[in-house]
């Protein structure tokens, strides 16, 4: 008996080493494993892709340099369209989950040009303060660098609290909106210099904003009022600019807030993206024809 439990003993001893080699195999393979996967997680944060569902299909390739060490554009005809600002350059509210850029990109391609949609860059309940300190990051910057028509969409969540008001809170006053007017108007200065800083060549168009609250008794006139003249001091900053231009909405919407808002009485519905991406697209101004045109 005792010969057969030693026997026992020195096969266990024997097979020990084969057992942490597999071991150590296996924890090194799945390590290995995590970084693959770790590195394909962000590559789309440091290298961001196109919209799949605008893109011709070409592989995405790393980011040329030019002489000045920033990322070369490609000078190839494509409008190249990058949106970036709150939740309404998200598209939030849309039911068919386009919002106006994609919206505004199909709308191009059926005029006959080719577009490419880069990565959607909103992000919901930004605020101008919160976008200028996102201009400085990396994966934002290469977009823009990449872009040459591009859309901002902020200031709403600044002068309406993101529609918090309708969630119980007491509706601000005329007062009290128009006393976020004057640092967040110069805040959306700030923010178009370092957009045009960040790409000089592309076509920047600023969203104009509309009165959510237009059918609310306490906020339809402050709620105009204060529309108005962030849109006037909007303007007034655009047109001291090359290339920049505002995309007016308030109209769209002022009559038709009960067909064009989504359910959460904030946000536009996909007829109010499709409204405001067909503004878009008058905005837009081609450096050259799209094909079929004629021109």
């Known amino acids: 008996m005792s010969g057969d439990v030693m026997m026992k003993k020195k096969k266990s001893l024997d097979s020990a080493p084969w057992i942490w080699r597999t071991v150590s195999t296996v924890s090194i393979l799945a390590t290995l494993l995590l970084l693959f996967g770790f590195g394909y997680a962000i590559k789309d944060v440091i290298f961001p892709e196109g919209d799949s569902a605008l893109t011709t299909g070409q592989e995405a390739t790393a ?3 030019d002489k000045e060490g920033e990322p070369a554009v490609v000078e190839d005809g494509k409008i190249r369209m990058a949106v970036i600002g709150d939740s309404l350059a998200r598209g939030t509210g849309d039911d068919e989950g386009l919002g106006f850029v994609r919206r505004a990109g199909n709308l191009l391609k059926d005029k006959g040009y080719d577009v490419q949609v880069l ?6 309940g ?35 609290q993101g529609g918090q008001v309708l969630q119980g809170e007491d509706p601000p006053t005329a007062e009290q909106l128009a006393a976020a007017l004057p640092e967040t108007s110069k805040r959306l200065q700030e923010i178009l210099k370092k957009v045009k800083e960040i790409n000089p060549d592309a076509q920047i168009a600023y969203i104009g904003l509309y009165n959510p609250f237009g059918d609310v008794k306490e906020l339809e006139k402050p709620g105009n009022a ?16 090359d290339k920049m231009t505002l995309v007016p909405t308030f ?16 946000h536009p519905n ?26």
């Open 63 to 65: 980011p040329s340099k």
């Open 119 to 124: 990565n959607n860059l909103g992000v919901n």
């Open 270 to 295: 996909g007829q109010g993206y499709e409204q405001i991406a067909v503004r878009i697209t008058q905005e837009f101004q081609a450096d050259t024809p799209a094909e079929g045109s004629g021109n």
């Open 251 to 266: 109209d769209l919407f002022e009559n038709h807030l009960g067909e064009y808002l989504s359910s959460d009485h904030f």
């Open 226 to 241: 204060v529309v108005a003249a962030w849109n006037d001091a909007a303007l007034a900053i655009l047109n001291n600019e």
């Open 126 to 160: 930004l605020r101008t303060d919160a976008l200028l300190e996102k201009l400085d990051e990396q994966g934002v910057r290469y977009v823009l660098q990449q872009s040459n028509f591009i859309l901002l969409s902020i200031g709403a969540n600044d002068l309406f």
